[in-house]
């Protein structure tokens, strides 16, 4: 089984991400941020030691608007496929099915299946609440057959389950 943190709109706020670290990142072997200051992980790179880290910029970021940052990136986990995007809008519609789109930008808890696909988005780690939605992260636990998805609060609780089994 492999285990990864999946965070999305930071903004800056180092006491949330760092609680959600502190508390998370032992036993995963990857971190995705999914953009709007991924740089909030630089601060962080004492609890990072020895994990895959990938990221991608948020839509205002000036690498993303001056196209110097790849705004999509794709990594296969024990032969599943994952897209990491911070807008979902910048998703082609020509790539492929069967993948594991992970997005961000909406501030927005998100789970759902299209076309042989699956969306989701962790929520966001900007404040308590934002655009009256709670503070939230997405754990993954990737297995060869299948994928459990823990969406968590702040405090780490389980507020929503999901999973995907390869052969449905």
Known sequence: MTRIIVLTDTHKNQSLLRK???RE???????FHLGDNYE???ENID??????VLKVPGIFHPGYLGGILEAI???KVLNWNFVLVHNIDDIPEIMPNHRIYCYGHSHQLDF?????SYYLNPGHLKDEWDKDRPASYAMLEVEVDKIIIDYKDKN??????????RYD
């Open 47 to 52: 609890l990072l030691e020895g994990k895959i």
């Open 112 to 116: 759902r299946q299209i076309d042989g």
């Open 40 to 42: 909030d992980l630089d």
């Open 73 to 75: 990136k794709e990594i």
């Open 156 to 165: 780490g609780v389980v507020i929503q389950k999901n999973l995907i089994n």
């Open 25 to 31: 990142v032992e036993g995963c072997e990857y971190v």
């Open 20 to 22: 959600v670290l502190e």
